[in-house]
């Protein structure tokens, strides 16, 4: 998920290689996944060769986020809140998605997690709450209560525009091109905000190797 990922985009510097890498790899892995699946079993032409090649995407997308959750176990010795989340969607609109041989299935997902995270870290927010804080954990060392409850709100905001790009790539684009920007293009997107946060979450307290928190 995208929005874990951006969490590992601020803490990854001040962390061993392999600390960073592997919740990265478990987020990411699965979704790469679906892409090469996809990409490999498609056939050009059909609308439908297309379809199967997305629930063929779709299958190892489900297989995938299982053992994801099973190696974070094991390796981690914890699965994150996002991780669960996400692989509870994955399975659920997965098991859509082939039962009903629709892809759309799937495409909606990314809109449901985007606005779920959007309304609890707004609502949080609203009501003095940083929501955000317990579910990257000690992602932040050292941020206060006023840089949490900023950054639960900017990242709020930014997935409910994640959300309506979402449902405006998917009612607009092909599968194919909508999962290529789905993989890539957001997966850019959610790190360069995370980065953007960075200024913003020094002057609150945020502890960085090499750099020093500024009033």
Known sequence: MPQTAAAQAVAAPKKKSEGSLLPLLLDFGPLLIFFAVFKLTQSDGAALASTRAAING??????????AVAVSKWRLGRVSPMLWLSAVLVVGFGALTVYFNDERFIQIKPTIIYSGFAALL?????????????????????????????LSRN????????????????????FETWLTVKVWGVTALSFL???????MLMKHGLALEGAEAKD
């Open 58 to 67: 779709t299958l190892a997308f489900m297989v995938a986020i299982l053992v």
């Open 155 to 174: 990242w709020g905001l930014f997935f409910v525009v994640m959300a309506l790009i979402n449902e405006g790539l998917r009612q607009f684009l092909t």
């Open 193 to 199: 905000f995370a980065m953007s946060q960075i200024p």
């Open 122 to 150: 707004l609502g949080g927010w609203m009501m003095g709450k940083p929501l955000l804080r317990y579910l990257l954990q000690a992602a932040y060392d050292g941020l206060d209560e006023t840089g949490w409850l900023k």
